[in-house]
């Protein structure tokens, strides 16, 4: 157990809805990371945030979202969802967002999505 | 941006042999390799890392080396056994600044009794 909590374990819905993933990083670690794994494009990274702010963004798309809130959980939220959004979503939390001491990445055992 | 390749896609061993899943990264600015073990239906967890400033690293029966020259990294797995089953996956970042970490494909090993 990483220490890391994802809600819900599965989702499924229909194409054009909205829905929020939700991560609890491991107690103390500032900085949390959402990734989209999916079998045809592997594991890839959305965006990072560091104790409330966005901190780098990878290829996350404009329909997505995320948020950092002061008791530092987090949102990624997914609008107008296609198809192709059927995914596992991943969150992981390190300790620090930079610097040597924050490269260890802890991951939760992800959301399910799949659109319908 | 950086690009992060990954062999084999699938790798099968008999129990106590040797695996060995290679990766190349593009940017010469990446100075940690992190190696990340997937179990079905759990998420990656890191199992051993490597920064740039290292040749090999060791921990009981997985090793890492690098060559920085080269942009390669591999992962050595050496008497196998059948909880090694599972995805891993390498990735290359930079320890300085936020972290962007690119992931290679996944190689899914098979350990067969």
């Known amino acids: ?116 | 941006g950086e690009n992060v390749e990954q062999h084999p896609s699938t790798l099968s061993v008999q129990e106590g042999d040797s695996a060995v899943i290679k990766c190349t990264y593009s940017d010469s600015a990446s100075n940690y390799f992190p190696w990340y073990k997937q179990e079905l239906g759990k998420g990656p967890q890191l199992i051993i890392d490597i920064r740039s400033n290292v040749g090999e690293k060791k921990d009981q029966r997985i090793a890492v080396t690098l060559n920085k020259t080269a942009k390669h990294f591999s992962l050595h797995i050496t008497e196998t056994q059948p909880e090694d089953s599972a995805v891993y996956f390498c990735a290359a970042s930079t320890l300085w600044g936020y972290q962007k970490v690119t992931f290679g494909i996944g190689t899914k090993l098979q350990v067969i009794p």
């Open chain 1, 1 to 116: 157990d990483s220490g890391v909590t994802q809600t819900p374990k599965h989702l499924i819905t229909a194409t054009g809805q909205r829905v929020t993933l939700r991560c609890s990083p491991r107690s103390g670690d500032l900085s949390v990371y959402w990734y989209q794994q999916s079998l045809d494009q592997g594991l890839q990274f959305l965006i990072q945030y560091y104790n409330g702010e966005e901190r780098a963004k990878g290829n996350i798309l404009e329909r997505f979202s995320a948020q950092q809130f002061p008791d530092l959980h987090s949102e990624l939220n997914l609008s107008s969802l296609e198809l192709g959004d059927s995914a596992l979503y991943f969150c992981a939390s390190s300790v620090r967002g930079r610097g040597p001491s924050s490269y260890e990445q802890y991951f939760g055992p992800g959301t399910r999505l799949t659109v319908t």
